[in-house]
């Protein structure tokens, strides 16, 4: 069996209502099995560091062209 491949956790800026990756990369299945958790994202376009639960993020669709255009964004 392969392992599933990993992909960005994003989040959605409360400031601008971009999306932004949070600089983690994790799989589906581990994602929906995780716990409830809190965490600190900086954001590149507003330039705050945001906190965020779980129930804020979600696993970046590889088809996303919204998904792909924050990747690029925070990579430039």
Request: glycine share 2%.
């Amino acid at each position: 069996m392969q392992p599933q491949q990993e992909h960005p956790l994003m989040i959605r800026c409360p400031k601008t209502g971009c999306v932004i990756p949070t600089g983690r990369y994790v799989n589906f299945a581990a994602f929906r099995s995780s716990p409830v958790f809190f965490s600190r994202t900086y954001c590149p376009l507003c330039h705050v560091t945001h906190e965020w639960f779980a129930k804020d993020a979600w696993v970046c669709d590889p088809n996303c062209s919204e998904c792909e255009a924050a990747r690029e964004r925070h990579v430039a």
